[in-house]
């Protein structure tokens, strides 16, 4: 697969405190899906905005595959961006209804009946379609999750950053999204980046797991994840790989890698 | 149903005895006139003017809520977004605060003379002052995760965050904001006419002077209509922009 994303020796400070994360090199390819595990404040939530552009790095860059060429110019003319992040918290707009929330992303490029047409349709992949005339204190949890998803997938991103975006649900809704997510994955062509804490949650979803740890936290293990899709939480070669990570991540703990 | 039966019957309550106590002599008409005396009253004001004093004030009013609410918003929208300007205008403000909105009014008559503007002069500068501090509090409290949000799909222009994100989540806060300049605006007439400067205020204070209770009556329940009627349109307004919270 062609590279679409190329993350170069970011490093990550705030002001001018010492790196939260450095010498960060990654490349994403088309239609991937790759999972960074790492603990709380490791830095997974900044990486992930400074790759959607929302925050500088102290240093290096975030290359689009054909950013300043035409494939960007026709993804501007309709109505899509290059990456979209899908918040941990839904950071919905609570005086917009769910169709105009998820429109958002759209306004200023496409006209309102594309825009409407377009947020339509992925209402109905997130299975939400009679939900677009709800206030989003209407929904529960996992339907605003949902519409967090249904807002990044209007934008048709080539790549899809998601912050710990079941971390907060239930464990039936989390396992719904997590197979909603991985079906929208495989019909859409998206590239997906996906920050976890839960080991399972990324072997179960990716291709490859990226753990962060160290301080400042840097990739210290590229665990590629080789069970064919879909994955069987209940099947024997799943546990064997949840359980390999999970002793790579207490070996690295025990080296001193302070994950 | 029974809670509206028992207001009605509050009130009806207070007229029996609003009415009951003049003609049983327990105060004086000329202190208290009885209500049913209030139509020829107002019949005499209306005669006398009372429309025209009640459309001039009243054009002084939202004249001066309109100056005051948008000066105050704009202001409060810029110093919420500007933490210099904040400290620019924290000294002025601290001076300014503690000062009452009915302090202007002297202020007002020296630099417009007994005049209109000078009555749009008091309430603009009492409706900014409760309009200014609310709305500064109100878009400081908009969440700042929307803010990144909008900016995460491309809405995060200065203006397109205002508009889209900034106003709205902070209209609840303006609102409030809104409805105290308003109840503020009125005091600045009633205040103003008490000075001497001519409208509504002005007539009620003529009336007092005269000793006709049932004129300063008239004059009373003018004000109470019209205070209830911006309130009414505020509220209406409100429901309309809060639909969402619903």
């Not at chain 1, 807002?151 to 080539?158: D, E, I, K, S, T």
């Not at chain 2, 400290?87 to 020296?110: E, K």
């Amino acid at each position: 697969m062609a590279t679409l994303v190329d993350i170069r020796n970011l490093t990550i400070a705030y002001g001018s405190a010492p790196p939260v994360l450095a010498d960060f090199s990654v490349t994403l390819a088309e239609r991937s899906l790759t999972c960074i595990v790492g603990r709380s404040g490791v830095g997974k939530t900044s990486l992930l905005r400074v790759i959607a552009g929302l925050a500088p790095p102290r240093s290096g860059a975030v290359v689009m595959a054909g950013a300043d060429g035409p494939v960007a110019a026709a993804d501007a003319v309709h109505g899509c961006r290059p990456l979209a992040l899908v918040f941990q918290q839904p950071r919905l707009l609570p005086w917009r209804r769910v169709i105009d929330n998820v429109m958002f992303g759209l306004e200023g490029v496409l006209g309102h009946d594309d825009r409407l047409r377009r947020a339509q349709s992925v209402l109905t992949q997130v299975g939400l379609a009679d939900h677009a005339g709800r206030w989003p204190h209407q929904l529960s949890r996992g339907q605003c999750q949902r519409v967090n998803l249904a807002r990044a997938l209007a934008v048709r991103p080539r790549v899809m950053l998601l912050d710990e975006p079941f971390s907060a649900l239930d464990t039936v809704t989390r396992q719904g999204l997590q197979a909603d997510v991985l079906r929208l994955w495989r019909e859409t062509g998206t590239a997906v980046l996906l920050v976890t804490q839960d080991i399972e949650e990324a072997v179960l979803l990716a291709e490859r797991v990226l753990v962060l740890g160290g301080r400042p936290a840097r990739v210290i293990r590229n665990f590629p994840v080789t069970l064919p899709y879909p994955r069987q939480r209940e099947s024997h070669r799943f546990a064997t790989q949840v359980k390999t990570l999970r002793d790579t991540l207490a070996e690295l703990v025990a080296d001193g890698e302070g994950i | 149903m029974k809670r509206a039966v028992l207001a009605l019957a509050g009130l009806g309550a207070v007229l029996a005895v609003w009415e009951g106590a003049p003609r049983l002599g327990w105060v004086s008409p000329s202190v208290l006139p009885p209500p049913s005396g209030l139509p020829l009253a107002f019949w005499r004001a209306y005669a006398d003017g009372w429309l025209d004093a009640v459309r001039e004030s009243l054009g002084q009013y939202l004249m001066g809520v309109g100056i005051g609410a948008g000066l105050g918003i704009l202001l409060g929208f810029a110093v919420a977004l500007s933490p210099r300007l904040e400290a620019l205008l924290s000294g002025p403000m601290q001076v300014l605060r503690p000062v009452p909105a009915l302090a202007w009014v002297p202020v007002g008559i020296l630099w417009f003379g007994f005049t209109g503007p000078a009555v749009i002069f008091v309430v603009a500068i009492g409706v900014f002052g409760a309009n200014a501090p609310a709305a500064c509090g109100a878009v400081q409290a908009v969440d700042r995760e929307l803010v990144e949000m909008a900016e995460a799909y491309g809405q995060g222009g200065r203006w397109s965050t205002a508009a889209k994100v900034l106003l709205p989540g902070a209209a609840a806060g303006i609102l409030v904001g809104i409805r105290a300049g308003l109840a503020q605006g009125w005091l600045a007439v009633v205040g103003a006419g008490l000075a001497g400067i001519p409208g509504l205020g002005q007539r009620m204070e003529q009336a007092a002077s005269g000793h006709a209770a049932d004129a300063v009556l008239v004059y009373l329940i003018t004000f109470m209509a019209l205070f209830g009627l911006t309130d009414a349109l505020w509220v209406l307004v409100r429901d309309r922009l809060s639909a969402w919270q619903r």
